[in-house]
């Protein structure tokens, strides 16, 4: 029978002298500040090991005996008063956003994730995507960046996985239980609650906000689960990436209109919104709604604003990986709301499609995309396939000039390296890796470090990996009712100083967990040399309803009962923040076998490289960046196949040579002194080119650097006189819109005597009609590059035309010089665009004339 539940909140009671600790669990700090860190593991290493690293949930748990225990122990008081001290110290010294720009106070950049991989307890993150937002949030607040994080707060998160006797995945959702992590509601000036309303179908949705500290840096989290709402919207904050697509919709609708709404609420405008990937685009169409209520502009002019302080970063490289609405479910959840901006429903859909046509589904990236003037891609090599895969919506443009940038993901160092290793960069390199870990002079220290001190923190890393794999495989052997014998045989699973091969990642079938065992002769060969073997450890989660991926982790947990590689071949259920440092810690090898060009970027080799770890890799995402030979390995030289089957045997047997010809020779070649000084070179030159470029501290620079610092200026500037800047480009862009059809290019010459050679220009001039347009309002352009044997003009460079004067009836003459720098067959072409100093890009209008 239905019961009324009064409810009461109970907090751990603390002594007065270690009240301290309270402060320091509530900040996430203790999760990338070794100090921190240990502190808690030195109050109840068990405790803190059960509670998966969780300060909040371990206080409430342990007795008040030990906790009177240590706050009469004059070494336990040193060390939290010094965690403590390092505390404040981080949060109020002044910082490199503050030393090196100078804004203003309210300055605000708001960035927007459907997930976050933060720590161990909260299990708010699927995966890579939510292992980078956390990183970025960590690397913002060291730079001291006025950032603020939105998200949504998960009651059972992703997934729990674990393995049935026959290897298949199965998953469980345990309840998150917020008020036991280290995160607080959210309350205002009063201490009431701040709550935020959307409108739905079946009446508003109320949603609590949680806050959690990561650093300097907020992080509000949305939550329909409170008694306000009905129970189908009670549970839209349920699970991260389940349900239907309703229920998409709904979690999308809550993360950008109702991110904007609660970071009003909470006091926060932002000047810059960040949408990490399409999750979040909605919150565009929220910004226009709000700029047209409180300055009275219309949808367009409203539309330039958020466009110019928009930025959006996509991770996929296929089309599949975006979310797609049908049009009947975007007209019922947005039917009022966009009668509210003034648009009809045809208006509305071709904002989620690029090409502007009006069809019947409503695409989140699209969406982004066209109310975004700033976009990238993750890595370089993900940025070309982006232009590619959107290029349909860029009509008229040339693939390499489509405005669609990159910045390459990094990871946080302090956030992923083990206490050996921390301990070992600060007592070689110093503090300045912590401060500036993007300064290549300081990792060029790493030469100081004796190859014995960096290989024997190796080797303790490696055993404590085998060590914990080991205890792993126990458990989970335990848990499946698996007899004595077979548990017993886990404990030698492993070997500690063999070369060992981590793979561990998402079980999408494209990155091909299992290409290594294509040949399973060849690979026996390789694994079981006595003299020189080697081993492999594989975590990694499948979606609940990718069938393929699961069937890739069977197979890898059936090959590891096999009576011959039992002892080589080990997976680790449950894959997890805390299995990733274990693996990334202590592997030698880190294998990726993704079928290129697929891999957006991938972090967690960046990961490995920071603790000492080698690649071995096909040449996709961030490794066509970072690869040199000196520094690791590349399986093939970055081809791409049409041939799937094919493509897979000619890379395994690659796979097969380099292991076989490179990687284990040169760990087992050992000096006098049992060292593998090549391969200890390898990790030297890894870590001092690789880590101080492939860090979140470089990725977050950039990102304020190309994005968010002009984007403010920009705001600044414009926003004067309520937007009359704006008001006049809206305008303008009216104008030219109204007129292009008109622009045309006739009468074009060159001025050449015979053969042009090498360092001669080409002088160029034609007649171009631009009727009411005034030649400062466009660029003419030559646009000109070799033919290769065919009529395009692959990869084209541009050179200006300047006007020369003015013709009858509306004609201009212009004139340019093509600069011949190569030899070979040449072509050029005209063409024209329009042209305004507040166009974030030269194709912002899509309007282009072609020679026809």
């Known amino acids: ?125 699927s995966g890579g995507l939510g292992v980078l937002s956390g990183d970025h949030l960590k690397s913002a607040s060291d730079l001291g960046l006025p950032l603020v994080g939105i998200g949504l707060a998960y009651k059972e998160g992703y997934f729990q996985q674990y393995l049935n006797s026959e290897g298949w995945q199965l998953e469980t959702y345990p309840i998150n239980d917020f008020h036991n992590l280290p995160m607080n509601l959210a309350v205002d000036s009063k201490n009431q609650l701040v709550k935020i309303a959307v409108d739905f179908p079946n009446g508003k949705v109320i949603c609590q906000i949680w806050k959690v500290t990561v650093g300097r840096i907020p992080l509000f989290l949305l939550d329909s689960n409170i008694a306000e709402n009905i129970p189908e919207y009670r549970n839209i904050t349920s699970g ?31 000047e810059v919104c960040h949408m990490n990937e399409g999750h979040s685009a909605f919150l565009a169409l929220e910004r226009i ?28 490289p296929v089309p599949a990986g975006i979310d797609i609405f049908s049009s009947e479910l975007v007209e019922k959840y947005f039917r009022h709301f966009r009668e509210e901006l003034g648009l009809s429903y045809d208006d509305f859909m071709r904002l989620g499609n690029l090409d502007s046509l009006p069809t019947n589904s409503f695409n989140m990236a699209h969406l982004a995309m066209k109310m975004s003037g700033n976009i990238n891609g993750v890595s370089e090599l993900h940025s ?77 890393r490696r055993e404590r990996l085998v060590a914990f794999a080991r205890e792993n ?54 694994l079981l040399n006595e003299e020189r073997p080697a081993q492999l450890i594989f975590a990694g989660k499948a979606h609940p309803q990718d069938e393929e991926g699961k069937k890739l982790i069977k197979d890898i947990y059936i090959l590891s009962k ?128 690789l880590t101080a470029f492939f860090n979140s501290n470089r990725m977050v620079q950039q990102y304020l650097t190309e994005f968010y610092d002009p984007i403010m200026t920009i705001r600044e500037k414009y926003s004067k006189d309520k937007w009359t800047k704006i008001k006049e480009f809206v305008n303008w862009k009216n104008k030219i819109e109204s007129v292009w059809s008109n622009v ?42 070799k033919l290769n044997g065919t009529e395009e003009i692959h990869h084209g460079q541009i050179t200006a035309m300047a006007h020369s004067k003015k013709l009858d009836n509306g004609w201009r003459l212009f004139k340019g010089e093509i600069p011949n720098t190569k030899s070979g067959l040449m072509g050029y072409t005209i063409r024209v665009l329009p042209k305004h100093e507040m166009m974030t890009h030269k194709f912002e209008t899509g309007l282009i004339y072609w020679t026809q």
Not at 491 to 516: C, H, M, Q, W
Request: hydrophobic content about 40%; charged content about 25%; proline content about 4%.
């Open 1 to 125: 029978m239905p019961r009324s539940i009064a409810t009461y909140q109970v907090a751990p009671s603390l002594p007065e002298k270690i009240s301290q600790l309270r402060e320091l669990a509530y900040n996430l700090y203790w999760s990338w500040n070794m100090d921190v860190f240990e502190l808690f593991m030195r109050l109840d290493e068990d405790l803190w090991e059960s509670t998966q690293h969780n300060p909040v949930e371990m206080l409430g748990m342990i007795s008040q005996e030990r906790l009177e225990e240590v706050a009469n122990d004059n070494g336990f008081i040193s060390h939290m008063y010094r965690a403590f001290n390092q505390l404040q110290e981080y949060l109020f010294e002044p910082t490199w956003y503050q030393q090196n720009f100078n804004k203003s106070n309210k300055s605000v950049i708001a960035y927007f994730s459907a997930e976050y991989g933060l720590t161990d307890c909260l299990k708010l993150y």
């Open 240 to 270: 991260l990436y389940r349900g239907t697509k309703e229920t998409r919709i709904q979690q999308e609708i809550l993360l950008g209109i109702g991110g904007i709404r609660a970071l009003a609420a909470l006091g926060y405008h932002p």
């Open 289 to 316: 709604r709000i700029t047209m209520k409180e300055l009275n502009l219309n949808f367009r002019e409203a539309m330039q604003i958020g466009y110019l302080s928009s930025v959006f970063t996509t991770h996929t």
């Open 384 to 460: 070309k396939v982006s232009r590619n895969m959107w290029s349909f919506g860029w009509k008229g443009i040339p693939v390499d000039e489509i405005p669609i940038r990159f910045i390459t993901n990094g990871v946080h160092i302090r956030s992923n390296i083990s206490h050996d290793i921390d301990d070992l960069y600060i007592r070689y390199l110093g503090d300045s890796w912590i401060n500036n870990p993007v300064d290549f002079s300081v990792w060029n220290k790493i030469n100081k470090i004796p190859d014995i001190e960096l290989w024997r923190t190796h080797e303790r």
């Open 473 to 526: 495989l126990q458990k989970q052997l335990i848990r499946q009712g698996a007899p004595n014998s077979e548990i017993m045989k886990a404990s030698e699973v492993l070997d500690p100083n063999a070369l060992t091969i981590g793979f561990a990642r998402r079980f999408a079938t494209y990155k091909r967990a299992t290409l290594i065992f294509k040949d399973l002769t060849r690979l026996k060969r390789i």
């Open 562 to 689: 096999d009576p011959q590689l039992r002892r080589k071949i080990v997976f680790l259920e449950n894959y997890d923040l805390n299995i990733a440092r274990y693996l990334v810690q202590g592997c030698d090898i880190w294998l990726n076998t993704p079928r290129r060009p697929l891999e957006a970027s991938g972090t967690s080799g960046m990961k490995s490289v920071a603790n000492g770890g080698l690649q071995l890799s096909i040449l996709d995402g961030w490794w066509c960046e970072g690869y040199k030979a000196e520094l690791g390995w590349s399986i093939g030289l970055g081809e791409e196949y049409t041939e799937t089957k094919y493509q897979d045997d000619v890379e395994a047997n690659l796979l097969y040579q380099l292991l076989e010809d490179e990687v284990v020779p040169l760990f087992y070649k050992r000096g006098s002194d049992n060292l593998p000084r090549e391969w200890i070179g390898k990790m030297k030159n890894s870590l001092k080119d």
């Open 744 to 785: 045309k290019v006739e009468k074009i010459k060159s001025k050449s005597e015979g053969e042009i050679s090498v360092g001669q220009n080409l002088a160029i001039q034609c007649d171009v009609f631009l009727g009411e347009i005034d030649p400062s309002e466009v660029s003419v352009e030559i646009f000109f590059g």
